[in-house]
């Protein structure tokens, strides 16, 4: 990391869900620092804790359910201490989400421009008619054809990757400073896919955005994004420049999800493997590693304590017991 401040900077979060009598623990002490200009991919398996993460950004939890522990700042806000009518005035001028499913994240009985010119007008103070017009020049700006005639289209009669990019123009309205993107390829065929990442990638260095990019997919992240952070179990396990995780990871689950990719970064014609077992209960985290029942180089220390931080070269974090301690941060 550069010496210069985060606009993004996240300390020891904890996010957990009381529910059924238990107490889950989706997100267990994450550390995440996001600069001006920047993209950070979160990845890993589904319950990893990558989009509990990206929400707590934008207070999306349930408050009666959901305790949020530890330090969110944004910029010049500190964004778990926010009122409701700060926090209103938070999302979507300062930070802004683009959703895995924009079916489900739009209202159905508004036709779509309505919505982005609703959005407009929530944070400015302009007429029906300037925040149509805006609405207009972002269809135009996210490449949406027929853009006139597309305002008028309620959700569901746009196909998924006008929709999405219906979202991401929604997302853009009001101009925020932080984009965050939790997982918008997912429902998409692979050609819509890369069009939509090579879109937020070219709009990402246009408005200089911070972005913070869920994904499953490595390939996706290797699309967008500067930096990657591995999530396991609710705790970031590795976190490097891409090119650093890719070619040299160094933490057990990191290489594991590489290896499980058809078109992964490692040798061809190297058999593709599965990760053994499955990711652990939240509401019971093992006192150790919480990858170490599944991970083949595990050793009886790595099941007596959380493994901490260790750097071995400058700008990759591990935790991992078997990394050895190199250059510092």
């Not at 209202?107 to 149509?132: F, K």
């Not at 396990?237 to 689950?253: A, C, K, N």
Request: aromatic share 4%; glycine share 6%; charged share 20%.
């Amino acid at each position: 990391m550069s010496a210069q401040e985060p606009f993004v900077d996240v300390r020891q979060l904890h996010v957990s869900f009381t529910g059924g009598g238990k107490v889950v623990e989706a997100v267990s002490g994450v550390d995440l620092q996001v600069q001006r200009g920047e993209v950070v991919a979160l990845i890993g398996e589904s319950g990893s804790g990558k989009s509990v993460t990206l929400r707590s950004l934008l207070r999306l939890h349930p408050p009666q359910r959901t305790r949020i522990e530890g330090a969110v700042r944004v910029g010049s806000h500190d964004v778990l201490k926010l009122s409701q009518s700060a926090l209103a005035a938070y999302r979507g001028k300062v930070a802004a989400m683009v959703f895995q499913e924009p079916l489900l994240a739009m209202d159905p009985v508004y036709t779509v421009g309505a919505q982005i010119a609703e959005a407009i007008r929530r944070h400015e103070p302009v007429s029906q008619a300037q925040a149509m017009q805006r609405a207009l020049q972002l269809f135009e700006r996210v490449r949406i054809p027929s853009p006139e005639r597309r305002l008028q289209a309620y959700p569901h009669e746009l196909s998924g990757g006008m929709r999405q990019r219906a979202m991401i123009a929604l997302a853009l309205a009001c101009q925020p400073q932080l984009l965050l993107a939790d997982e918008p390829t997912t429902a998409l065929d692979a050609t819509v896919q890369i069009q939509i990442l090579l879109l937020l990638r070219e709009l990402q260095r246009e408005l200089g955005l911070a972005v913070v990019f869920v994904t499953h997919d490595i390939g996706a992240a290797v699309e967008v994004a500067d930096r990657i952070a591995v999530m396991y179990a609710g705790r970031i396990v590795e976190e490097g420049p891409v090119r650093t995780v890719l070619r040299s990871p160094r933490h057990p689950y990191t290489l594991a999800l590489l290896r499980s990719r058809a078109d992964g970064a490692l040798a061809r014609n190297t058999r593709l493997e599965t990760i053994a077992g499955a990711p652990p209960d939240l509401s019971a985290l093992p006192a150790g590693c919480a990858f170490a029942p599944r991970c083949s180089q595990a050793q009886a220390a790595c099941l007596e304590a959380r493994p901490e931080v260790r750097w071995p070269e400058a700008g990759h974090a591990v935790r991992c017991l078997l990394v050895e301690q190199g250059a510092p941060a």
